[in-house]
C-alpha cells in the first residue's frame, strides 16, 4: 500500500483533485466582487442620501454601469441585482465543490476498503493469531470512515479555505493595509500554540486507538468465552478487566478533551479582539477622512468573513496530522509478512485442468512466531490416484502438514510440488477449486443451508438474468464500483458453477447435492430441517398446491378412530384446547413482532377488541389466579424443577415479581392496578393452554366469548395491520407457518402418548406417498444455519463441510483430523463412503485413531514433525515401531 494518505490520493484521484482545484481558483473573482460590490452600494446610497439633504437631487451626476447611463434608483438596483448574481454564483461554486469533494472522499473511502478486506483475505493463517477480528473490523470500518472526508479535502481544503481567507484580507488590505494587518496581527500566535497543542493531542489519539482495539479485542473474547466465563464464576474479573479499560479510555479522552477545548478557547478569545480593534482603528480613520464610511463597512464584513475559514484551515492541519495518524496505523496492520501475492487469488488461467502426477514434499519445514519448530524436514511423496493416511499422537505435526498440502500455511522452507508445479505458485482458482479441504473448525457462514453447501462453486459471476430494469441499474452499479476502485463483481448474478460439481443446470446439482449428503449422512436432517421451513405460495404456487393435498391426505389419515386423538384441528368455530389464548384469538401465525404472543398484552388493537366482547376483566381475574395458583405452586419448588417445564409460560425468575404483585394488590382490587401490573397479568392468560395446564380457567363461556373475539379480530382488523397476521384457512397455504404446520394444519394434543413421533412418522407416510421427500429436501436447503452454523449440532456442521468439499469433485480431497466429531461408527461409514467416493482420485486422511487408516494405500507416521514410517497398514502393524504403538493405544 501507499507509504502516506498524500500519496494514496494523488495516486487514484490526480483528476478529481485537479478538477477541483481549477473550479476552487475560477471561484475567487467572483468572491472577491461580491465583497466589492456592498462598498459600492453603501457609498451611493451614502452620496444619493447627501445630495438629497442638499436639496439637489437633479445635480446629481449620473453613474454608468456597462456602458448605460442609469439613474441614482436604477443603478442602486442594477448594483443589488449583480450582487445577488454574484452571491449565487459564488453559492453554486461552493455547492458544487462540496458535492464534487464528498462524492470524491466517498469513492476513495470505498477503494481503501476494498483494498484493506482484499489484504484480509490474502493474509497467512498464523496473522490471524496476532490480530483478531475485534481489531480487524473497526480499522475497515470505523477507523478509515474520517480518511474518506480528508481525501475529498486533502488538496482542495487548503486551497479552498486559503482562498476564502486571502480573498477578504487583500479586499481590506486594498482599502486600508492598517486595517490588514490589524486583521492578520494575531495570527502568527495561534500558528505557532495551536501545532503545539495539536501534537500532543494526536500522540493521545494514537494511544486511545490502540486502546479502544484491545477493548473491541476484548468484548470479541468474552463473546467467544462466555461459556467458560459462566462455567468458572468468572464474570466479576471479567467486568474489573473491562472497568479497567473503560478507565484508561476515560483517562484520555479526558485529557484529550481538556487540550482541544483549550485550544478552542484561545482561537475564540482571539477572534474576539479582531473586532475591537477593526471598531477602534477603523472609527478613528473615518473621523479623520482616511477611510470612506463604506469601505469600512465592507471591510468589517469582510473581517467577519475572516474567522469561518482560518478556523477551517486549523481544523484541516488537526484533521490531516489524525488521518495521517489513522493511516499509517491501518498500513502497518494490513503490511504483515508472507502476505499473498494479489495476483494469485485475482487472476484467473484461461483453462483449468485437472491436476495430475506425483504430490512431492521436500524437506518442509514450519517454525511458528514463537519460534517453535512444528515441522521438521518432513520429506514424503504418493500419487493423486492413492489413498493416504497420516498418523501421529497429539502434537506431532500432522494437522501443519495437513494444512501445508492446502496451502492454507506456507512451509517456512522446502517446497511441496504437484506434478512437477510448485504448490506455492499455482494460482488460488486452481488450488480452491481442484483440492477439497476439511479441517477441525470448518467455518459455516450466517446463510442458508444452500448458500453453505454451494460455497465451493461460486468463482466468479457466470449468469446474469435481469429484467431490462434492473439489468440497467445493475450495469449503473458496476460502473460506480469500477470508479471506486472495484473491480465489477455482481453479487447478485448467478455465480454457481454446474461443470465444477458435473452438472448443467440447477436440477441435475440439486440431484448431485442429494447424493453427496447421502453420502455423508446428511439428507434426512436436511429433510427434517426442511419440515420445519416455509415457503412463499406466490413464488412456488405447485409446490404450495402440492402440500394442500398433503393436508387433505393428512386429515383422511388422522380421521381413523385410533389416531384422531393425536391431532386437534384448526376450525373457524372452534376453540382449539390444545392451542394458546393467544394463538386462538388470533387463528393464525404472526408476521413480524406486532402480535407475538408475548407482546399481545401491550397491543392497543387486542386491547380493544377484547374491550368489545368486555372481556378485560375477565382476562385481568384470570391473569391474577394463574398468578395466585403459580405462586402457591411453585414456591418451594427449585429453579429447573420438571413442573416448570410443564407451565411452560412461568419460569423460576418470574416468581418474585408475581408474588410481589400478589401482595400488593387482591383479586378485588384489579381496577386499581399500576399499568406495568396490568400488563403483567393480562399476559399470563394469553399462554394459557387449556388441555395442557388443566386450571380450569377457560371454560366453555370463557371460549364462546374468545371465539367472539376472534370474529371480531379478524373482521375489524385495520388496513395498517393487514399482512401482520396469516389467518389459517383449510383451503389456503399458510405462508408464515413451516410445512410440516401447513401439512398438520392443527396442534398436538397433549396427553397422547408418543404423539409427537407418531404423528411425524404419518407426515413422512403422507410425503413419501405424494413423491415430495427431494421436495422438501430442496426448501430444507433454505435452512438458515444461523451465525457460524450454531442452529446445526456440532456433527451436523461437519458432514456440511464434508459435503461441501466433496460437491466440487476434488482431485486431492484432505480430511484433516474432521472425523474425531462422529461417533466410532460413524466415522467408519462416513470414512467407508469417502474412499468410494474418491475412487480414482486422491484422498489424504489425517487420522486422529491409526485404526482407521486400515485399507488405505499409504500411510505417513508423524512424530516430532518428521516422517518416521511409511508404508502399509499390514506392514507397519507388524513392524513393532511408532505406528504399532499408535495402534495400542487407540
Known amino acids: 500500500m501507499e507509504s502516506s494518505i498524500f500519496r494514496f490520493a494523488l495516486k487514484y484521484s490526480l483528476r478529481q483533485q485537479i478538477i477541483l482545484l481549477v473550479v476552487t481558483l475560477i471561484s475567487f ?21 447627501e445630495h438629497v439633504l442638499d436639496n439637489d437631487l437633479e445635480s446629481y451626476p449620473l453613474k454608468a454601469i456597462s456602458t448605460l447611463d442609469l439613474e441614482a434608483l436604477p443603478y442602486l438596483l442594477a448594483l443589488c441585482v449583480v450582487y445577488l448574481f454574484l452571491v449565487i454564483v459564488s ?38 493469531r496476532k490480530v483478531s477480528q475485534g481489531e480487524i473490523i473497526p480499522m475497515v470500518t470505523a477507523e478509515v470512515e474520517p480518511l474518506g472526508g480528508f481525501i475529498g479535502d486533502v488538496f482542495v481544503q487548503p486551497l479552498f479555505q ?4 486571502l480573498v477578504p484580507l487583500v479586499f481590506i488590505l486594498v482599502q486600508d493595509p492598517i486595517l490588514g494587518l490589524t486583521a492578520i496581527a494575531l495570527y502568527p500566535l495561534q500558528m505557532y500554540v495551536i501545532p503545539k497543542l495539536q501534537r500532543r493531542v494526536n500522540l493521545l489519539a494514537k494511544e486511545r486507538v490502540r486502546v479502544v482495539r484491545k477493548l473491541s479485542d476484548r468484548i470479541g473474547e468474552t463473546v467467544s468465552g462466555i461459556q467458560e466465563i459462566h462455567a468458572n464464576d468468572a464474570s466479576n474479573a471479567a467486568r474489573a478487566d473491562f472497568i479497567e479499560r473503560l478507565g484508561t ?85 494490513f503490511q504483515p509478512p508472507e502476505l499473498m501475492d494479489e495476483a494469485l487469488q485475482t487472476v484467473e488461467p484461461a483453462t483449468i485442468e485437472p491436476l495430475s502426477g506425483d504430490v512431492v514434499v521436500t524437506r518442509i519445514n514450519l517454525v511458528d512466531e514463537a519460534k517453535v519448530r512444528i515441522v521438521s524436514g518432513a520429506s514424503f511423496q504418493f500419487s493423486l490416484g492413492q489413498h493416504v493416511a ?28 504437484i506434478g512437477g508445479q510448485r504448490l506455492e505458485n499455482l494460482p488460488e482458482a486452481v488450488v480452491g477449486r481442484r483440492i477439497g479441504y476439511v479441517g477441525q473448525t470448518s467455518y459455516l457462514f450466517s446463510a442458508s443451508l444452500g448458500e453453505n453447501l454451494f460455497f465451493g462453486l461460486g468463482h466468479r459471476p457466470l449468469r446474469k438474468d435481469y429484467e431490462p430494469e434492473k439489468a440497467a441499474a445493475r450495469e449503473a452499479a458496476m460502473a ?4 471506486g476502485g472495484n473491480p465489477a463483481l455482481d453479487v447478485e448474478a448467478d455465480w454457481i458453477d454446474f461443470e465444477s460439481a458435473g452438472a448443467s443446470s440447477m436440477a441435475e446439482l440439486t440431484e448431485k447435492a442429494f447424493d453427496i449428503l447421502r453420502l455423508v449422512g446428511l439428507d434426512e436432517d436436511t429433510y427434517q430441517l426442511g419440515r420445519q421451513c416455509t415457503i412463499d405460495p406466490a413464488e412456488n404456487p405447485g409446490l404450495a398446491n402440492v402440500i394442500l393435498k398433503a393436508r387433505a391426505a393428512m386429515r383422511e389419515q388422522l380421521s381413523s378412530d385410533n389416531l384422531a386423538q393425536l391431532v386437534e384441528p384448526f376450525d373457524t368455530e372452534r376453540y382449539n384446547l390444545n392451542a394458546t389464548t393467544g394463538e386462538n384469538l388470533l387463528f393464525g401465525t404472526p408476521v ?68 410481589a404483585l400478589r401482595g400488593r394488590v387482591g383479586q378485588d382490587k384489579l381496577d386499581t392496578l399500576k399499568p406495568e401490573d396490568r400488563r403483567l397479568l393480562l399476559s399470563l392468560p394469553f399462554k394459557l393452554i387449556p388441555a395442557r395446564h388443566r386450571l380450569g380457567l377457560i371454560d366453555e363461556s370463557m371460549q364462546q366469548r374468545l371465539l367472539e ?147 488405505f494405500d499409504r500411510i505417513f507416521v508423524v512424530q516430532g514433525g518428521r516422517i518416521v514410517e511409511d508404508g502399509g497398514f499390514d506392514d507397519l502393524n507388524g513392524a513393532g515401531g511408532p505406528f504399532q504403538e499408535l495402534l495400542s493405544s487407540d
Open 162 to 165: 486559503g482562498g476564502l481567507l
Open 91 to 128: 453559492g453554486g461554486f461552493k455547492y458544487f465543490i462540496n458535492v464534487y469533494k464528498g462524492q470524491l472522499g466517498e469513492r476513495m473511502l470505498r477503494r481503501l476498503r476494498y483494498r484493506l478486506y482484499s489484504r484480509v483475505l490474502r493474509f497467512p493463517l498464523p496473522q490471524f
Open 709 to 855: 373475539a376472534r370474529a371480531l379480530f379478524a373482521k375489524d382488523l385495520p388496513s395498517r395491520l393487514h399482512g401482520t397476521v396469516e389467518f389459517f384457512d383449510p383451503e389456503s397455504y399458510n405462508a408464515a407457518a413451516t410445512l410440516q404446520d401447513n401439512i398438520l394444519f392443527g396442534k398436538l394434543a397433549y396427553g397422547q402418548a408418543g404423539a409427537e413421533a407418531r404423528v411425524s412418522g404419518l407426515i413422512n407416510e403422507v410425503l413419501d406417498d405424494l413423491d415430495l421427500r427431494s421436495t422438501v429436501m430442496e426448501v430444507g436447503f433454505s435452512y438458515q444455519v444461523g451465525i457460524a452454523g450454531s442452529r446445526l449440532n456440532t456433527p451436523q456442521r461437519r458432514k456440511l463441510a464434508i459435503a461441501r468439499a466433496l460437491l466440487k469433485r476434488p482431485d486431492i480431497l484432505i480430511m484433516n483430523d474432521s472425523l474425531a466429531v462422529f461417533d466410532g461408527a460413524t466415522q467408519q461409514q462416513v470414512l467407508a463412503n469417502l474412499r468410494s467416493e474418491m475412487q480414482g482420485r486422491c484422498l489424504v486422511a489425517v487420522l486422529h485413531r491409526a485404526s482407521l487408516a486400515q485399507g
Open 249 to 333: 479510555i476515560y483517562g484520555i479522552r479526558y485529557r484529550i478533551y481538556r487540550l482541544k477545548f483549550f485550544a478552542k478557547y484561545l482561537n475564540n478569545s482571539i477572534d474576539k479582539l479582531t473586532p475591537f480593534f477593526f471598531y477602534s482603528i477603523g472609527g478613528y480613520l473615518v473621523f479623520q477622512g482616511r477611510l470612506d464610511l463604506g469601505a469600512l463597512v465592507a471591510v468589517i464584513a469582510a473581517q467577519k468573513d475572516l474567522g469561518y475559514p482560518w478556523k477551517e484551515l486549523l481544523a484541516y492541519y488537526q484533521q490531516q496530522a489524525d488521518a495521517r495518524i489513522k493511516y499509517d496505523q491501518v498500513v502497518e496492520q
Open 29 to 49: 473573482p467572483f468572491l472577491y466582487y461580491s465583497y466589492e460590490l456592498p462598498k459600492l452600494i453603501v457609498n451611493h446610497i451614502k452620496d444619493v442620501g
Open 592 to 659: 413480524g413482532p406486532t402480535f407475538q404472543i408475548d407482546r399481545l398484552a401491550e397491543n392497543d388493537y387486542i386491547l380493544e377488541t377484547l374491550e368489545k366482547v368486555e372481556l378485560v376483566d375477565d382476562m385481568l381475574s384470570i391473569g391474577w389466579q394463574i398468578a395466585d395458583t403459580m405462586v402457591e405452586l411453585f414456591s418451594d419448588l427449585q429453579p429447573g424443577h420438571e413442573i416448570f417445564e410443564q407451565f411452560s409460560f412461568i419460569d423460576a425468575d418470574d416468581l418474585p415479581e408475581l408474588q
Open 480 to 483: 460506480e464500483a469500477v470508479r
Open 390 to 417: 497420516l498418523v501421529g499422537g497429539g502434537g506431532s505435526g500432522k494437522e501443519e502438514i495437513g494444512q501445508i498440502l492446502a496451502r492454507l500455511l506456507n512451509p517456512t522452507d522446502g517446497q511441496v510440488s
